[in-house]
């Protein structure tokens, strides 16, 4: 058992080193930074105190040595835009992506098992045939597109929610959250609901094929001879059963929304980190990207070492196999 | 019967909407891009400076048309070659109630170019100068050599309190505690990525402040920017995309405002190299570069038509071009006009060069840096292959062109052979441009940084120099103009348009558009 957490553990270690090598190496090949930041009525002196001043006149082997030894103390460097530590304004933006990836799931769940249920139960009607049109339509109208349109409308044309930005926030245990404030949510609805059109899509039609396989096999047949209501055999017996498939992909994807959540950012200007990795991609800020890419791949090795040891504590199998060899 | 109710109801709900009152006394302006610091030292940049504007004020102002006047100094004069006597206004105080002395300007004069970490500092106008306190309204600031540009430098230096910015990082201006200055609004709140927050600063010197409260919100995709003001979030925004601007103009509640700006987008030259790595004959073999030859650089200007350029690809959101800058900036010479579309005097000119049957060329650019710059890439290869240059077009974006487009060849030389590229200037006169892109490449004294064609004139760079160490402004307008003509009439680089920027407001109120490109708080006003 032990044997095996260690070695899992030094099998993700190298994973971190490996990503880390490469996240950096092709980070620094590409562009120069020094040309985008530089004002360009600088002269030769200055651009050259700025290749300094940003470590960018030593070699590459150099520069991942320093980011190495910082990365140890929890440093993973400072922003060359905004000359704070990039840990600090990714920080800063997570719980808006959170925020918003969060309610876009919510909005999965809460508008597309219901229609997707309803389109099972009566696959023929119209309404139902409506529906699996418009999830059509959800999975492949860009999102970019969608979102312009949705402003367009219930901005502009009606008025009715605020076309950009997020709302008032309140601070909860040291997290700013605008969820719980009427102009918050007010802010969140739309960028949720673009955000959230493709997983819609998805929940409908996973609940649909569930439910239209399940009301033919035998414990809805035999629930129905015990003269259960339609209601109870829905709600409890059906509904029980086509959940597990919609759980474990909805869980799958929630890492797709936090990445997707980048273009609903930068169209409804939410300050997310989505916006922020785009931007600093755009303007080439080094320490930024790589800190980002590396909590990204921190956050999911941490997680599969986890996951691993928990199946090596529910399933004996792994610790036997680990005996044997 | 339905569809009419439907369609009443959303007139109605508009009609609230827009109705609703909108307090006046407050202002939001969507901006394109955000600064990235609260810190007025730490960028030189567009929009870090355009904030500066609000909070900390400058000795000298640079007005709308980037002409001088007075700011925090009263007065300015040069008392001898090397030193200029620089007399600070009375009674001004700093958001926290201390007085502006000469203390606070030495202070700022050796913070500017100094702070850590810095991406593009203030040393660019800093450099040489050295500021001494006299008494405390008096300060000289005193250079090495005769310095004819200090009110221009000078205006660019916003000026910060000693009491709040002693010791303090550029974290401590972005927590807004050392965000203290004298100018028109004050800091309240900083979200990054979201929005800047500044309110009226009462005790302000001058002319008082319009709005109570002035919140700066970033929205950077440009679709986004135009709803945000169609839906009444934004009063103003900033860069309205080119495709806008006609749909905007049927808008009843929507104002435009535009005005030219003193960013010349050109084309360089590669004037160096024998053989320029993307010139090729028309069989595609090596030949001499063609482009070393000013006749051929005038064909080239002569061969693009500019009108078309300006009516389809900027959908006259642009001003032809003849020279650096456009008229009213100081330096700028009155001989100089647009190149006109000459298809017949280009052909005649490349004959006279030895290249009647023209070559191949390649022309770099970015794709992501002017408005519509791949598009007038494209643009001007066709028009050269119509007059025989056969053109192909290769654009990328910024964060890749720049570097390639000044060090990507052989021991950090400009990679490129034909480059498109523009030019703000900063300072607001020709100096700017003369010396960073015609006079010769001179690392040590810092001349022609982005010279990226490496043009070199012996004569042109005797009248920049000059020029630059002329005191007297009416000698200096004369020199800087001979030098921009001789330098043009040359060929060093073949101007094409100046940009026009466009803002747009919600109806009642103004904006003034500035040549600098900045969006202020102050340039709106009600109607």
Redesign the interface.
């Known amino acids: 058992m032990s044997v095996y957490i260690v070695r899992r553990l030094i099998q993700s270690g190298l994973v971190v080193v490996a990503m880390s090598l490469i996240v950096f190496l092709g980070v620094n090949v590409i562009g120069d930074p020094v040309h985008m930041f530089v004002n360009p009525e600088a002269d030769q002196a200055e651009i050259e105190r700025v290749i300094r001043d940003l470590g960018l006149d030593r070699p590459v082997h150099e520069q991942y040595g320093f980011f190495v030894l910082g990365a140890l103390k929890g440093d993973l460097g400072r922003s060359f835009v905004f000359g704070e530590p990039a840990l600090k304004l990714i920080l800063q933006r997570m719980p808006a992506t959170l925020e918003l990836a969060f309610m876009a799931l919510l909005m999965a769940v809460v508008i597309g098992i219901p229609l997707g249920l309803y389109a099972g139960l009566k696959p023929e009607a119209w309404t139902s045939k409506t529906i699996m049109a418009g999830s059509i339509l959800g999975f492949s109208l860009p999102t970019f597109w969608v979102g312009i349109m949705m402003i367009m409308l219930f901005a502009v044309m009606l008025g009715w929610l605020p076309s950009t930005g997020r709302g008032e926030t309140v601070a909860v245990f040291g997290i700013e959250v605008s969820f719980l404030t009427w102009d918050g949510l007010r802010h969140l609805f739309m960028p949720a609901l673009n955000l959230a059109l493709l997983k819609i899509s998805l929940v409908i039609r996973l609940t649909r094929a569930g439910t239209r396989e399940a009301v033919h096999q035998d414990y809805i047949k035999f629930a129905r001879a015990k003269g259960l209501s339609q209601r109870r055999i829905v709600f409890v017996h059906l509904l029980r059963n086509i959940l597990i498939p919609v759980v474990t992909i909805l869980g799958l994807e929630f890492g797709s929304l936090i990445a997707f959540s980048v273009v609903t950012e930068t169209v409804f200007a939410w300050p997310g980190m989505g916006k922020l990795l785009i931007e600093s991609i755009q303007q080439l800020d080094r320490p930024v990207i790589v800190a980002y890419l590396m909590m990204i791949v921190f956050l999911f090795v941490v997680i599969n070492l986890i996951v691993d040891i928990l199946y090596s504590v529910l399933d004996p199998r792994v610790r036997l196999q680990d005996k044997a060899s | 019967m339905k569809k009419t109710a439907l369609h009443l109801a ?1 007139a109605a ?2 009609s ?3 109705a609703a009152p909108v307090l006046a006394e407050d202002l939001t302006i969507g901006l394109a891009s955000e600064p ?2 609260i ?1 007025p030292h ?4 567009g929009p870090n400076n355009a904030l500066a504007d609000h909070l900390y004020e400058t000795l000298i102002l640079q007005d709308e048309n980037q002409q001088l006047s007075p700011g925090l100094a009263v007065s300015w004069t040069a008392i001898d070659d090397l030193t200029w006597e620089f007399k600070l206004r009375e009674g001004v105080t700093f958001h926290d109630g201390n007085p502006l002395t000469a203390d606070d300007v030495v202070f700022t004069f050796e913070r500017a170019p100094n702070v ?6 203030y ?2 106008y800093i ?1 040489g100068k050295t500021a001494v306190k006299v008494d405390d309204l008096t300060v000289h600031i005193k250079t090495e050599t005769p310095y004819p540009l200090m009110p221009s430098d000078v205006s660019t230096i916003p000026i910060v309190s000693v009491e709040a910015g002693e010791g303090a990082s ?2 401590d201006y ?1 927590a807004g505690k050392a965000a203290i200055g004298a100018g028109p609004y004050k800091f309240v709140e900083y ?5 800047i927050v500044l309110e009226r600063n009462e005790a302000y010197w001058g002319e008082a402040p319009a709005w109570d409260k002035v919140t700066f ?5 440009g ?2 920017r135009v ?2 003001l ?4 934004v009063d103003v925004i900033a860069s309205v995309p080119t495709t806008d601007i006609e749909s905007l103009k049927g808008e009843e509640n929507v104002s435009l405002f535009q005005g030219v700006s003193n960013r010349v987008i050109y084309l360089h030259l590669d004037h160096d190299r024998a053989s320029s790595p993307f010139v090729k004959a028309k069989d595609g073999g090596a030949i001499d570069n063609p482009l070393r030859d000013q006749r051929v650089r005038l064909a080239i200007s002569k061969a693009i038509n500019r009108d078309a350029i300006v009516e389809r690809v900027m959908e006259n959101v642009a001003m032809k071009a003849g020279q650096l800058l456009p008229e009213g900036f100081f330096g700028v010479s009155p001989n100089l006009g647009p190149v006109e579309f000459d298809p017949e005097g280009a052909k005649a000119l490349m004959a006279e060069a030895g290249v009647p049957d023209g070559f191949q060329l390649t022309i770099h650019g970015p794709n ?1 840096r002017y408005i519509n710059d791949a598009k007038i890439a494209e643009a001007i290869a066709q028009m050269l292959t119509r007059a025989g240059i056969d053109t192909a077009v290769e654009t990328m ?4 062109y ?2 390639r487009a ?2 990507g060849g052989p021991d950090g030389t400009p990679e490129f052979s034909f480059i498109l590229v523009g ?2 200037a ?2 607001g006169e020709a100096s ?1 441009p003369l010396k ?1 892109l015609i006079h010769t490449y001179d ?1 040590e004294r ?2 022609g ?2 010279n990226r064609g490496r043009y070199s004139n012996p004569e042109v760079d005797a009248l920049i120099e000059e020029a630059l160490a002329t005191i007297d402004d009416a000698k200096r307008q004369d020199l800087l103009a001979k030098a921009t003509e001789a330098a043009i009439n040359d060929g060093a680089i073949i101007p094409l348009h100046y940009q026009v920027n466009t803002w747009a407001t919600r109806k009642g109120l103004k904006y003034i558009p500035r040549t600098d490109e900045a969006t202020l708080a102050m340039s709106v006003v009600p109607e």
Request: glycine share 8%.
């Open positions: 959303t709900i508009s609230m909407v827009i990235t610091s810190d730490y960028h030189n940049l850590p970490n810095s991406p593009s500092s040393a660019t450099k550029t974290e972005n979200v990054p990525g979201d929005r919100k970033a929205i950077k995709s679709p986004s709803a945000a169609l839906a009444g979030d992501d974006p910024r964060s890749v720049f570097k000044s060090t030019w703000g900063g300072s700017s960073s690392k810092g001349f940084a982005s």
